[in-house]
């Protein structure tokens, strides 16, 4: 990697004051370490901002014209700049405009005359955040994609992961668990069976019953699915893993890959075996008509104490109505010919 290349790695800064002073205050703390834009005005902030995408701005409050308060509103009111943090930079420290700027949408608030180690921190800290969602978001488009790949193995649609998915975070948050963590669980169901990946399609597409053996076969999705995604430590790629290889786990330990029992089986899991059964019970298929919900639901309760932990089949139950309006709302009939996203939060 050559010396040019590396240094236009850097990130992106874009510098925004009527002083040029102040910019060349700025230009020599932060040279060294980032690619640095300048602006004298907000009309030419606004110009660079959308046309360079800068990662970070650092912006003056009071300049003629479109003031930084007034900028900032535009750049946030832009969904194409929206996301860019802005830390404001200015010679007024009363706590009124300090509250002023973060209500116009500022990140970070730095009071004049600067001070070098705190402009560098400061920047860094909001870059490093700005990463974080980056790689959170990554994460998800990669689980997302996964799922994906599966349902090109299997005969079950798109909606049926989407509609499962949503069932499952309705259910995780009747079960009391954090909105944080439905939400891991909204986007890791769809990963639950892709070890069908792994299975052979003269074995994964028959049209008869499958013989002992081909059996054997079709349950060693769970494990080849928590292979293939790994064994990561936390986060949404373990919860996806968790859900993977417990899915098919029942309450009183007849379930496949490790016959747990009880509430051995994790949580994700009895969440996750329950709406995808009453999806499937529900759903029409090649080989079968969709069931109708009351028929569905007597299924749910004759398994609960055998297939499913009773508590969550009560509280699944109990949420039925808000169930009903995702199954209407992802039913196969209003998407025809439509290839659907992977999960689409509500």
Same mark, same amino acid.
């Given at each position: 990697?050559? &010396?040019?290349?590396?240094?236009?790695?850097?990130?992106?800064?874009?510098?925004?004051?009527?002083?040029?002073?102040?910019?060349?205050?700025?230009?020599?703390?932060?040279?060294?370490?980032?690619?640095?834009?300048?602006?004298?005005?907000?009309?030419?902030?606004?110009?660079?901002?959308?046309?360079?995408?800068?990662?970070?701005?650092?912006?003056?409050?009071?300049?003629?014209?479109?003031?930084?308060?007034?900028?900032?509103?535009?750049?946030?009111?832009?969904?194409?700049?929206?996301?860019?943090?802005?830390?404001? =930079?200015?010679?007024?420290?009363?706590?009124?405009?300090?509250?002023?700027?973060?209500?116009?949408?500022?990140?970070?608030? +730095?009071?004049?005359?600067?001070?070098?180690?705190?402009?560098?921190?400061?920047?860094?800290?909001?870059?490093?955040? =700005?990463?974080?969602?980056?790689?959170?978001?990554?994460? %998800?488009? !990669?689980?997302? /994609?996964?799922?994906?790949?599966?349902?090109?193995?299997?005969?079950?649609?798109?909606?049926?992961? !989407?509609?499962?998915?949503?069932?499952?975070? =309705?259910?995780?948050?009747?079960?009391?668990?954090?909105?944080?963590?439905?939400?891991?669980?909204?986007?890791?169901?769809? &990963?639950?069976? +892709?070890?069908? !990946?792994?299975?052979?399609?003269?074995?994964?597409?028959?049209?008869?019953?499958?013989?002992?053996?081909?059996?054997? +076969? &079709?349950?060693?999705?769970?494990? !080849?699915?928590?292979? +293939?995604?790994?064994?990561?430590?936390?986060?949404?790629?373990?919860?996806?893993?968790?859900?993977? %290889?417990?899915?098919?786990?029942?309450? #009183?330990?007849?379930?496949?890959?490790?016959?747990?029992?009880?509430?051995?089986?994790?949580?994700?899991?009895?969440?996750?075996?329950?709406? #995808?059964?009453?999806?499937?019970?529900?759903?029409?298929?090649?080989?079968?008509?969709?069931?109708?919900?009351?028929?569905?639901?007597?299924?749910?309760?004759?398994?609960?104490? /055998?297939?499913?932990?009773?508590?969550?089949?009560?509280?699944?139950?109990?949420?039925?109505?808000?169930? %009903?309006?995702?199954?209407?709302?992802?039913?196969?009939?209003?998407?025809?010919?439509?290839?659907?996203?992977?999960?689409?939060?509500?």
């Amino acid at each position: 990697m050559t &010396m040019q290349t590396a240094l236009d790695c850097r990130p992106k800064l874009l510098l925004v004051d009527d002083e040029p002073t102040n910019l060349q205050v700025l230009r020599h703390i932060l040279q060294q370490d980032y690619r640095l834009l300048y602006a004298k005005d907000g009309r030419r902030a606004l110009e660079l901002a959308a046309s360079e995408r800068p990662e970070l701005i650092l912006l003056d409050v009071m300049m003629p014209g479109i003031t930084g308060l007034e900028t900032c509103r535009w750049l946030k009111a832009d969904a194409a700049t929206a996301a860019i943090p802005v830390i404001f =930079v200015t010679a007024l420290a009363d706590a009124r405009d300090e509250v002023e700027g973060f209500e116009a949408g500022a990140v970070d608030y +730095i009071t004049k005359p600067v001070s070098a180690p705190v402009v560098r921190a400061r920047v860094r800290t909001h870059l490093s955040l =700005v990463r974080m969602e980056e790689l959170a978001s990554t994460r %998800l488009q !990669i689980v997302q /994609r996964l799922g994906r790949a599966a349902e090109f193995k299997d005969n079950e649609t798109g909606l049926h992961v !989407i509609r499962m998915s949503h069932y499952s975070r =309705v259910l995780a948050l009747a079960a009391g668990l954090p909105p944080r963590v439905a939400e891991d669980i909204l986007h890791a169901a769809p &990963m639950h069976d +892709i070890g069908k !990946i792994g299975i052979p399609d003269a074995i994964l597409r028959k049209a008869g019953p499958l013989d002992d053996d081909e059996w054997r +076969i &079709m349950r060693s999705h769970c494990e !080849i699915g928590a292979q +293939i995604i790994g064994e990561p430590d936390s986060g949404l790629l373990a919860m996806a893993r968790s859900i993977a %290889l417990t899915h098919h786990e029942k309450w #009183d330990g007849s379930g496949y890959p490790n016959s747990l029992v009880g509430e051995a089986i994790p949580l994700e899991g009895r969440i996750v075996a329950i709406a #995808d059964v009453f999806d499937a019970l529900t759903s029409e298929r090649p080989y079968k008509p969709g069931w109708p919900v009351d028929k569905a639901i007597g299924a749910l309760r004759e398994g609960a104490g /055998r297939h499913f932990d009773p508590a969550l089949v009560e509280l699944f139950i109990a949420r039925l109505d808000e169930i %009903l309006q995702i199954k209407a709302r992802w039913a196969e009939s209003a998407a025809a010919g439509a290839a659907p996203p992977l999960v689409q939060v509500a």
